[in-house]
C-alpha cells in the first residue's frame, strides 16, 4: 500500500461483486491487510447466479497467500478436501505415448558451472541417459510416482529443500472458509442479485443497484463477478482481447467421480484427440474434465469421451461451460478493478486462474488507491503488470500445444502448425539454438519450468554451452548417477501422502 502523505487513513469504501473464489479471495486479503486504515469492505453475490463451479489445482505461490493471511495448512486442508501437488503429469503430449512430468523443482545440478541441461542434452545425443529419463533425476517426480509427500526443508543447504508444493482442492469449499475468515474480519456480505450499474458523469462507477431496489455506492469496485465482467464490460465496456487464434479450446465440461485408491500427489493433464483431459485427486472425489476446441469436436462427443474413461461411476451430472480464452484489454477502469474470471480466461493446463487471482489482488494492495479520488497512474501500473503476467501464462501455455509432434488428428495438425505469439517464438528459437531459457526478473514460471517442458516434449537445442564438452563424460554420467541415486533414497524416505493426510486427521482411502 502506498503512503498517504495526509497520515489519515483513507476511507475507501469497497464493493466486491461476486462471491466465487475470486472474490472471497480479495475479501479475505483486504481485509486482513487493510485492517484499522478505515477502508470498509462490502461484498455482494447471488446464490441463484452461482459461480463457476470447477477450478481444483494450483501452483506453489497459493501458500504464500494462504500464510500471509495467516490459515493452518492442516485446518485449511480439511476445510477444502484438499490433497498435496508435486507437479502435473503431461500424458500424450509430444507423441502418443510420451509421459513428462512438470515438477516444482529443478532437474539435476550444475555440473562444472554449467547448467544441467546442457550436459543432459549432450548424454542424451549420445544415448548415456538412464532409461527413466528426466523423471530419475527428480525428487519430487520420484516421490510422486510413489504416492510419497514431505514437506520440503527451510534449510537451503538439505536436499528435501530442492522443490516446492501446491495443493490440489475443492475452489468452492475454499471460498466458503474463505468467506467466514473474512466476514470474522469485518467484510459486510449481502445476497441478491445486481440489476444494474450506475455511472457518474465522469465514466466512473457510482453504484450498482440491486433487485431489491437498494443502491450500493462505494468508492472502489473490484468486479469478481466472473466471466460476465458485470461492471468492467457490462458498463465500462472495456473490450476483451481474443487469444484464441493461439489457444484455440473454447469449452470444457466436468465431471467428479470417486477416487480409484488413494489419491496421487500430483494432477494429470492427457491430451486428446481435439483437446486434453485433466485429472485432479482430491480427498473425497477426483475432479475431471475435457478441455476441448469446438470447431474439432462436439460438445455431446466431447462429454462422452470424457465419461468413458473415467475410473469410476460420475457423481453428478456433467457440467458444460464455455469460454473464451483472454483477457480484457484494461483490468482497472475508473475506480472499477477486474479480479477472476471477469478480468480474462486461460484455460487450465498449468493451474494458473487461482494464482493470477492471486497475482491481481497483491497488486491491486500494493496500489491501493490513498484516498476516494483515484489515480489513474495506480490503474496503468496494475494494467502494466497484469498485462505481463497475463501474456507470460499464455506463452507458456501455448508451448505445450506448438511444441507437439502429434499428427494423428485435425486438431493437433493446426496446433502444431499455427502462428504462435512472437514473444514465444523468439524464447523457442533462443532455446532451440542455443539452449537458452530467457529469463525473467519475476514472473510466474522460471527457468526449470520451460526446460521440464521443453525436453518432456522432445525440445532439444541444436546447440549447448561450449563449456560442457570440457567436462568428461565419465564425470558426468557420475554425477547423473550420483543425482539418480539421491532423488530415489530421499523420495523412499518420505511418508505415504495419505500417512500426512491422516495425521492431519483427515479421511483418505487405503
Ligand atoms: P465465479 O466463480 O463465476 O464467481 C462469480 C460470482 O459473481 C458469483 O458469486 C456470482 O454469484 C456473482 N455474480 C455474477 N453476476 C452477479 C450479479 N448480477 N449479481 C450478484 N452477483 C453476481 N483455476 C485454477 O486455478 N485451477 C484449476 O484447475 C482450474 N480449472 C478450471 C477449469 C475450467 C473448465 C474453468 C472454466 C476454470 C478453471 N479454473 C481453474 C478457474 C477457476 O475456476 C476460477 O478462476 C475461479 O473459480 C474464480 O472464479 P470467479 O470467482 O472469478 O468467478
Same mark, same amino acid.
Given at each position: 500500500?502506498?503512503?498517504?502523505?495526509?497520515?489519515? !487513513?483513507?476511507?475507501?469504501?469497497?464493493?466486491?461483486? +461476486?462471491?466465487?473464489? *475470486?472474490?472471497?479471495?480479495?475479501?479475505?486479503?483486504?481485509?486482513?491487510?487493510?485492517?484499522?486504515?478505515?477502508?470498509?469492505?462490502?461484498?455482494?453475490? *447471488?446464490?441463484?447466479?452461482?459461480?463457476?463451479?470447477? +477450478?481444483? #489445482?494450483?501452483?506453489?505461490?497459493?501458500?504464500?497467500?494462504?500464510?500471509?493471511?495467516?490459515?493452518? /495448512?492442516?485446518?485449511?486442508?480439511?476445510?477444502?478436501?484438499?490433497?498435496?501437488?508435486? +507437479?502435473?503429469?503431461?500424458?500424450?503430449?509430444?507423441?502418443?505415448?510420451?509421459? $513428462?512430468? &512438470?515438477?516444482?523443482?529443478?532437474?539435476?545440478?550444475?555440473?562444472?558451472?554449467?547448467?544441467?541441461?546442457?550436459?543432459?542434452?549432450?548424454?542424451?545425443?549420445?544415448?548415456?541417459?538412464?532409461?527413466?529419463?528426466?523423471?530419475?533425476?527428480?525428487? !519430487?517426480?520420484?516421490?510422486?510416482?510413489?504416492?510419497?509427500?514431505?514437506?520440503?526443508?527451510?534449510?537451503?543447504?538439505?536436499?528435501? *529443500?530442492?522443490?516446492? $508444493?501446491?495443493?490440489?482442492?475443492?475452489?468452492?469449499?475454499?471460498?466458503?472458509?474463505?468467506?467466514?475468515?473474512?466476514?470474522?474480519?469485518?467484510?459486510?456480505?449481502? =445476497?441478491?442479485?445486481?440489476?444494474?450499474?450506475?455511472?457518474?458523469?465522469?465514466?466512473?462507477?457510482?453504484?450498482?443497484?440491486?433487485? *431489491?431496489?437498494?443502491?450500493?455506492?462505494?468508492?472502489?469496485?473490484?468486479?469478481?463477478?466472473?466471466?460476465?465482467?458485470?461492471?468492467?464490460?457490462?458498463?465500462?465496456?472495456?473490450?476483451? =482481447?481474443?487469444?484464441?487464434?493461439?489457444?484455440? @479450446?473454447?469449452?470444457?465440461?466436468?465431471?467428479?467421480?470417486?477416487?480409484?485408491?488413494?489419491?496421487?500427489?500430483?494432477?494429470?493433464?492427457?491430451?486428446?484427440?481435439?483437446?486434453?483431459?485433466?485429472?485432479?485427486?482430491?480427498?473425497?472425489?477426483?475432479?475431471?474434465?475435457?478441455? $476441448?476446441?469446438?470447431?474439432?469436436?462436439?460438445?455431446?462427443?466431447? /462429454?462422452?469421451?470424457?465419461?468413458?474413461?473415467? /475410473?469410476?461411476? #460420475?457423481?453428478?451430472?456433467?457440467?458444460?461451460?464455455?469460454?473464451?480464452?483472454?483477457?480484457?484489454?484494461?483490468?482497472?477502469?475508473?475506480? @472499477?478493478?477486474?479480479?477472476?474470471?471477469?478480468? +480474462?480466461?486461460?484455460?487450465?493446463? /498449468?493451474?494458473?486462474?487461482?494464482?493470477?487471482?492471486?497475482?491481481? %489482488?497483491?497488486?491491486?494492495?500494493?496500489?491501493?488507491?490513498?484516498?476516494?479520488?483515484?489515480?489513474?497512474?495506480?490503474?496503468?501500473?496494475?494494467?502494466?503488470?497484469?498485462?505481463?503476467?497475463?501474456?507470460?501464462?499464455?506463452?507458456? %501455455?501455448?508451448?505445450?500445444?506448438?511444441?507437439?509432434?502429434?499428427?494423428?488428428?485435425?486438431?493437433?495438425? &493446426? @496446433?502444431?502448425?499455427?502462428?504462435?505469439?512472437?514473444?514465444?517464438?523468439?524464447?523457442?528459437?533462443?532455446?532451440?539454438?542455443?539452449?537458452?531459457?530467457?529469463?525473467?526478473?519475476?514472473?510466474?514460471?522460471?527457468?526449470?519450468?520451460?526446460?521440464?517442458?521443453?525436453?518432456?516434449?522432445?525440445?532439444?537445442?541444436?546447440?549447448?554451452? !561450449?563449456?560442457?564438452?570440457?567436462?568428461?563424460?565419465?564425470?558426468?554420467?557420475?554425477?547423473?548417477?550420483? =543425482?539418480?541415486?539421491?532423488?530415489?533414497?530421499?523420495?523412499?524416505?518420505?511418508?505415504?501422502?495419505?500417512?500426512?493426510?491422516?495425521?492431519?486427521?483427515?479421511?483418505? !482411502?487405503?
Amino acid at each position: 500500500m502506498k503512503i498517504n502523505n495526509t497520515n489519515t !487513513p483513507p476511507k475507501v469504501r469497497v464493493l466486491i461483486v +461476486g462471491g466465487g473464489t *475470486s472474490g472471497w479471495m480479495a475479501a479475505s486479503a483486504l481485509s486482513a491487510k487493510l485492517a484499522g486504515t478505515g477502508v470498509s469492505i462490502r461484498l455482494v453475490e *447471488s446464490a441463484e447466479i452461482g459461480t463457476v463451479g470447477v +477450478g481444483e #489445482a494450483t501452483v506453489p505461490h497459493i501458500r504464500h497467500f494462504n500464510a500471509s493471511l495467516g490459515l493452518d /495448512e492442516a485446518d485449511f486442508m480439511s476445510r477444502t478436501e484438499a490433497t498435496f501437488k508435486l +507437479g502435473i503429469e503431461f500424458r500424450d503430449w509430444g507423441r502418443k505415448g510420451d509421459a $513428462y512430468v &512438470h515438477p516444482f523443482a529443478a532437474f539435476g545440478r550444475d555440473i562444472g558451472g554449467v547448467p544441467f541441461h546442457h550436459h543432459w542434452t549432450r548424454a542424451h545425443r549420445a544415448g548415456r541417459t538412464p532409461a527413466g529419463g528426466l523423471d530419475d533425476v527428480s525428487l !519430487p517426480i520420484q516421490a510422486l510416482r510413489m504416492g510419497r509427500f514431505g514437506h520440503p526443508s527451510p534449510d537451503p543447504s538439505n536436499f528435501f *529443500s530442492t522443490f516446492s $508444493y501446491a495443493y490440489q482442492f475443492d475452489a468452492g469449499l475454499y471460498a466458503a472458509y474463505l468467506r467466514s475468515y473474512a466476514e470474522a474480519r469485518g467484510v459486510v456480505r449481502t =445476497e441478491g442479485k445486481v440489476r444494474e450499474v450506475a455511472l457518474r458523469d465522469d465514466g466512473h462507477v457510482d453504484a450498482v443497484v440491486m433487485e *431489491s431496489g437498494e443502491r450500493i455506492e462505494a468508492d472502489l469496485f473490484v468486479d469478481c463477478s466472473g466471466f460476465r465482467g458485470l461492471i468492467i464490460e457490462g458498463a465500462l465496456k472495456t473490450g476483451y =482481447e481474443d487469444w484464441t487464434r493461439w489457444l484455440p @479450446c473454447d469449452r470444457a465440461v466436468a465431471v467428479p467421480c470417486a477416487n480409484d485408491g488413494p489419491p496421487s500427489p500430483y494432477t494429470r493433464a492427457t491430451s486428446r484427440e481435439s483437446g486434453w483431459m485433466w485429472r485432479i485427486p482430491l480427498q473425497h472425489r477426483a475432479g475431471n474434465g475435457h478441455v $476441448y476446441c469446438s470447431g474439432f469436436i462436439d460438445d455431446d462427443a466431447a /462429454e462422452a469421451a470424457l465419461l468413458a474413461q473415467l /475410473e469410476n461411476p #460420475a457423481q453428478a451430472a456433467p457440467r458444460r461451460l464455455r469460454f473464451t480464452t483472454g483477457k480484457r484489454k484494461r483490468q482497472w477502469v475508473g475506480n @472499477c478493478v477486474s479480479i477472476g474470471l471477469a478480468a +480474462g480466461f486461460l484455460e487450465p493446463l /498449468e493451474s494458473t486462474s487461482i494464482h493470477l487471482i492471486q497475482l491481481g %489482488i497483491g497488486r491491486l494492495l500494493d496500489l491501493f488507491p490513498t484516498s476516494p479520488v483515484m489515480d489513474p497512474l495506480d490503474a496503468a501500473e496494475f494494467n502494466r503488470l497484469m498485462a505481463l503476467e497475463y501474456e507470460r501464462v499464455r506463452d507458456f %501455455i501455448v508451448l505445450h500445444y506448438v511444441a507437439t509432434q502429434r499428427d494423428d488428428t485435425p486438431f493437433w495438425n &493446426h @496446433c502444431r502448425t499455427m502462428a504462435i505469439p512472437d514473444s514465444l517464438a523468439t524464447k523457442m528459437e533462443l532455446f532451440k539454438q542455443r539452449g537458452v531459457v530467457t529469463l525473467y526478473r519475476d514472473g510466474m514460471f522460471l527457468e526449470p519450468s520451460w526446460l521440464a517442458v521443453y525436453l518432456g516434449q522432445n525440445i532439444l537445442p541444436d546447440q549447448v554451452d !561450449p563449456r560442457a564438452a570440457l567436462v568428461a563424460d565419465a564425470d558426468v554420467d557420475r554425477v547423473i548417477a550420483a =543425482e539418480i541415486e539421491s532423488c530415489r533414497r530421499a523420495a523412499s524416505s518420505m511418508p505415504l501422502q495419505s500417512e500426512i493426510l491422516s495425521r492431519y486427521r483427515m479421511q483418505v !482411502p487405503a
